[in-house]
């Protein structure tokens, strides 16, 4: 019975409707995204109706293919809500079939109500009465059940449009935002730890398409921070946020540095130097902004007088989203974010290598400055951005430039 009618995912999105002319452009932007998110699914078509996204699944698709496309949606940038149920003709009799059939899907409940409307007054019925005769049928189907107009444990949707009726029981809040793609690029600089990863998905939430660049301890340590990172990577490429990861052999380069500084500013050094090329890197591919995990007094490095003698080293804005959030938030939104599992395995990285026992917490810049002269940062820079791998990943709205 209820394979006759079409399955469908809804996708709601409430702020990409604020804006106004870009609307089109940002809707367009979103259903790219999601339809190359979902290209191993059964989906026939996505369309754009009344101020929503319709995925049309493929005739005869599972009710568990449909959850599972559902679930990819509601982690896509910009989706603020998404629905699973059924196409059907603007017919009472049928609807009230299929709302049974929606309702029957939904797992475990006692209580629920109908919300019926009508985008066109040319279907004769008004929401209010469609609520009624919709709600009789279900209470004849559900006998046990109750009707309930307040937080109703699930409520019924009955969407009439011009020429279909849509209606879904099974609704599931997205993660918000803004589709990526929308707003430009960034560079993220992304270690194996816990924090970089989440403040690389704020960014990317906002629409930012983002670009990773890690630093490897590499020929001095191991690779396995690499892993790491290549790990969290592909749990962020789901949402189709991340691009590329350049992987930067940093290790000699910490050690050159090791080897002649004032141990108190080794620290800066090594991050002012990470800074330079993440610059580089973003002048490459056109990235507006870097992006850092850093959250205000956590470690030695993230001082306020440190974190201004790094940025000094570049021109580009470095934006710090979790700057004001205490750590065991950060935790929290990485294990929604699906990465706290990955960045809690330990790796060396060049955050371990050649640490100084007593790191300056309050640097000067005019001492870092001169520490700095006495290296061919340039010509390192260069070095290191001719050094970094490539890793590509799945992000719909990204397209390298030309070098
Ligand atoms: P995280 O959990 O992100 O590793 P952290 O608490 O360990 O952060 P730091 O080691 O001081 O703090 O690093 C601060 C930020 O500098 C990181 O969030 C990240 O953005 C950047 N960073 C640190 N190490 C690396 C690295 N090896 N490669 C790329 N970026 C790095
Ligand atoms: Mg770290």
């Avoid at 001095?220 to 189709?240: C, H, K």
């Avoid at 490095?301 to 440190?306: A, G, I, K």
């Amino acid at each position: 019975m209820e394979e006759l009618h079409q399955r469908v995912c809804l996708v709601h999105y409430h702020e990409i409707g604020l804006k106004g002319r870009n609307r089109s452009v940002f809707e367009k932007r979103l259903v790219k995204n999601v339809e190359a998110l979902l290209g191993a699914f059964p989906v026939v078509t996505i369309h754009r109706i009344s101020g929503r996204l319709c995925v049309f699944m493929k005739e005869g698709a599972s009710r568990e293919a449909a959850l599972e496309a559902a679930d990819t949606i509601r982690y896509v940038p910009g989706v603020a809500r998404v629905s699973c149920g059924f196409k059907c003709e603007r017919d009472l009799v049928e609807m009230g079939q299929v709302a049974i059939n929606a309702l029957g899907e939904c797992g475990e409940f006692q209580t629920f109500k109908v919300h019926a409307r009508r985008n066109h007054t040319d279907f004769a019925t008004d929401s209010m009465e469609m609520n009624r005769i919709i709600g009789s049928d279900l209470c004849a189907a559900y006998p046990d059940k109750t009707v309930k107009m307040k937080d109703p444990d699930v409520t019924v949707t009955v969407e009439v449009v011009q020429n279909a009726a849509y209606i879904y029981a099974r609704s599931t809040r997205g993660i918000g935002g803004l589709p990526v793609g929308s707003s430009g690029r960034i560079v993220s600089l992304l270690s194996s730890g816990i924090d970089s990863p989440v403040a690389l998905w704020k960014l990317a939430r906002r629409g930012a398409v983002c670009i990773g660049v890690h630093f490897s301890g590499r020929p001095q340590t191991s690779d396995e921070s690499e892993y790491l990172v290549d790990d969290i990577a592909r749990v962020l490429e789901r949402t189709g946020c991340i691009a590329r990861v350049y992987v930067v052999p940093f290790g000699d380069y910490q050690k050159e540095i090791a080897l002649s500084a004032p141990p108190s500013l080794r620290v800066i050094l090594y991050r002012r130097l990470m800074f330079k090329v993440a610059q580089e890197i973003a002048a490459i591919e056109g990235a507006g902004a870097l992006v850092t995990g850093e959250s205000l007094g956590q470690v030695a490095s993230q001082t306020l007088d440190n974190i201004r003698a790094t940025d000094d080293a570049v021109e580009l804005p470095v934006f710090r989203p979790l700057i004001g959030t205490d750590k065991l938030e950060i935790i929290d939104e990485a294990q929604r974010l699906g990465t706290f599992e990955i960045s809690s395995q330990d790796a060396p990285d060049c955050c371990t290598l050649f640490m100084p026992r007593n790191p300056e917490t309050h640097a000067k810049l005019d001492d870092v400055r001169t520490a700095e002269s006495a290296f061919p940062i340039d010509r390192w820079i260069s070095e290191l951005v001719d050094a970094a791998e490539i890793h590509d990943y799945a992000c719909p709205p990204y397209h390298p430039r030309r070098r």
